[in-house]
């Protein structure tokens, strides 16, 4: 069981950066809302708690590394890497605008933290492989942590990079997969039912565990399992999630995939957030 | 002297020896397999340098991201396949983990152009070095044979960036001694004259070379320029050649569209002079057969290239 005021604090930053990621895609009027709230409290665990990083020093060799592999929910990675001192919150305002560091789609060259650029679906976990492979070659201890959509893994390079992970015994990289039944065109069982997640990423080699991905108790033990374990195998997280979540009128609900709230959406969602419903 | 040599090697062969060479003398040289190792000669690397080298089976697409992954953490990956799967099955991969983030990666095709050429069309690689070449931040390159496919890939190590490199599948003719040098995006010049200029790249320069002495037999001169890089293209020489001789010949194993052939063109429109006849393969595919007929038939010979150069005059 993970310690109580930890998972306080780390709530309230949660809801922290769901209001920063409405608001900055409410500024931008672009933006995709959907799967950043989904992954919101996994991002907030990660980054506020899990990860080995120095926002200092963002290069730093011995660093965890993360792959936002579904990188269209940049907005929630921007939102943890501003509040982590990566760069001034007030950047955050400047998301897909010209010569902003804060590109539609994630782009290492230009923002801090960004460890790789991703923006094409199912690319960012061979990424993150060939990280976790160089960490066991070099003999360092860092891990690699990608966060990866069930919308996304119809990719079959998905699979290719699962597979490598468990042939070289990558028990450092850690797969967060956010569950939220929904993709582009409606739920993931009308355009392409992904099955059994857990029972896929078992048989491809992975050690899986199962949990609700806005349970910041179930999160945090899962990290800690994930820490613990000594199976010697690549870890995945399947995380069941609601895409929306947070927001009374855009949980479960297809459009807010890619959609920005009006003036009065905005403020809705903000009171949403605020006030829980 | 540059000329055609009685001995031949297969430049993927070239390939096989110098990456294992470079494996050993720098730890962060990786080769990323995808189970044609034995086809591209990356068998003793994998076996004499284990902890360098990964084969991820046949997942192009998987190759390509894992050599990003290993490029952000220092290592210089070479993603070992064929031209064909090389330039199109990850090219989208290559665009967006390689290129737009300038990572230091290698794409390194064996089975370039006809050379497969009993394989048929689906393993001849004709298109590749044009798709390269519209993608930025990405060095396209091929060597003409063993010696200049070795330089390359020594100096495709040391450039930092994104690089395509193409070999044969077949044994073609050596050209250029042990001592020859070569610099990425530069041509050389390995015949000098002032009527005509052959303009080529990659294996069938000796088919090249041998027209240019025919030429010079029958009192013509011709340049012949080595465009081993096709990107970055060496405008300079091109425009050299368009502006001082009567016209240019360009001859490559590629599809007319899009390679060597029309990055010349493009020269030339923008310069408003200079004539360009492209001789390649006439945007059609290969088939099985030997080598030899399949350049034959598709218009790439000694004949062809002496006819259009005496065209040009």
């Given at each position: 069981m993970a310690d109580q005021e930890k998972v306080l604090r780390l709530e309230a930053q949660a809801k922290e950066v769901r209001k920063e990621i409405l608001t900055m895609i409410h500024t931008a009027q672009s933006g995709h809302p959907g799967g950043s709230l989904s992954a919101a409290d996994m991002m907030t665990a990660l980054y506020f708690d899990e990860l080995n990083i120095d926002p200092q020093n963002p290069k730093w060799e011995d660093r965890d590394r993360f792959v936002l592999s579904k990188g269209h929910v940049c907005p929630v990675l921007y939102t943890c890497l501003a509040l982590k001192g990566y760069f001034p919150k007030e950047v955050l305002g400047t998301l897909r605008k010209e010569s902003s560091i804060l590109q539609g789609h994630p782009d290492m060259k230009r923002c801090p933290g960004v460890d790789i650029s991703t923006g094409s679906l199912g690319q960012g976990?061979?990424?993150?492989?060939?990280?976790?492979?160089?960490?066991?070659?070099?003999?360092?201890?860092?891990?690699?942590?990608?966060?990866?959509?069930?919308?996304?893994?119809?990719?079959?390079?998905?699979?290719?990079?699962?597979?490598?992970?468990?042939?070289?015994?990558?028990?450092?990289?850690?797969?967060?997969?956010?569950?939220?039944?929904?993709?582009?065109?409606?739920?993931?069982?009308?355009?392409?039912?992904?099955?059994?997640?857990?029972?896929?990423?078992?048989?491809?080699?992975?050690?899986?565990?199962?949990?609700?991905?806005?349970?910041?108790?179930?999160?945090?033990?899962?990290?800690?399992?994930?820490?613990?374990?000594?199976?010697?195998?690549?870890?995945?997280?399947?995380?069941?999630?609601?895409?929306?979540?947070?927001?009374?009128?855009?949980?479960?609900?297809?459009?807010?995939?890619?959609?920005?709230?009006?003036?009065?959406?905005?403020?809705?969602?903000?009171?949403?957030?605020?006030?829980?419903? | 002297?540059?000329?055609?040599?009685?001995?031949?090697?297969?430049?993927?062969?070239?390939?096989?020896?110098?990456?294992?060479?470079?494996?050993?003398?720098?730890?962060?040289?990786?080769?990323?397999?995808?189970?044609?190792?034995?086809?591209?000669?990356?068998?003793?690397?994998?076996?004499?340098?284990?902890?360098?080298?990964?084969?991820?089976?046949?997942?192009?697409?998987?190759?390509?991201?894992?050599?990003?992954?290993?490029a952000t953490c220092g290592k210089i990956p070479f993603v070992t396949t064929y031209a064909v799967f090389g330039s199109m099955r990850m090219v989208e991969q290559i665009r967006q983990e390689v290129c737009y983030p300038k990572l230091n990666v290698k794409i390194a095709c064996s089975h370039g152009g006809f050379t497969p050429a009993n394989d048929g069309a689906s393993h001849q690689g004709i298109e590749d070095m044009g798709i390269l070449r519209t993608i930025p931040n990405m060095t396209v390159i091929m060597g003409c044979d063993y010696v200049s496919t070795k330089k390359l890939v020594r100096a495709a190590s040391q450039h930092y960036g994104p690089v395509y490199l193409r070999f044969t599948r077949d044994a073609v003719p050596d050209i250029y001694d042990e001592d020859e040098e070569f610099v990425i995006g530069k041509a050389k010049e390995i015949r000098s004259g002032k009527d005509v200029a052959i303009i080529a790249t990659g294996e069938i320069m000796s088919l090249a070379l041998v027209a240019c002495d025919k030429l010079a037999e029958e009192g013509i001169q011709a340049t012949l320029m080595d465009m081993h890089t096709i990107k970055p293209l060496d405008t300079q020489a091109v425009t050299k050649a368009l502006k001082e001789c009567k016209g240019v010949v360009t001859v490559e194993d590629h599809n007319v569209i899009n390679g060597l052939g029309s990055a010349v063109c493009e020269v030339a429109a923008e310069l408003g002079c200079g004539k360009v006849k492209r001789i390649g393969i006439p945007d059609c595919f290969g088939e099985s057969a030997p080598y030899e007929r399949l350049l034959a038939k598709n218009g790439i010979t000694v004949e062809a290239i002496v006819d259009a150069c005496k065209a040009m005059l």
């Open positions: 976990l061979s990424v993150a492989v060939g990280m976790a492979l160089c960490a066991k070659r070099d003999g360092k201890s860092y891990r690699v942590f990608s966060m990866v959509g069930d919308g996304e893994s119809d990719e079959g390079q998905i699979w290719e990079a699962v597979e490598t992970a468990a042939k070289y015994h990558l028990d450092n990289l850690v797969v967060l997969l956010d569950r939220n039944r929904l993709q582009n065109d409606g739920t993931c069982d009308e355009v392409m039912p992904n099955g059994d997640l857990v029972a896929k990423f078992t048989a491809f080699g992975c050690q899986t565990w199962e949990i609700d991905g806005h349970n910041m108790n179930e999160i945090l033990d899962a990290l800690e399992a994930v820490r613990a374990d000594q199976s010697g195998k690549p870890k995945c997280i399947v995380a069941h999630t609601v895409k929306g979540k947070g927001v009374s009128f855009m949980e479960n609900v297809v459009q807010w995939h890619g959609m920005a709230p009006n003036d009065e959406q905005y403020a809705q969602a903000m009171k949403d957030i605020e006030e829980g419903f | 002297m540059v000329q055609v040599k009685n001995t031949s090697h297969p430049t993927r062969d070239a390939y096989g020896e110098e990456i294992l060479a470079l494996g050993k003398e720098n730890k962060d040289i990786y080769v990323v397999d995808c189970d044609i190792g034995k086809s591209c000669k990356t068998i003793p690397f994998a076996k004499e340098l284990p902890e360098q080298q990964v084969n991820v089976g046949i997942a192009e697409q998987n190759a390509c991201g894992v050599a990003a992954g290993l």
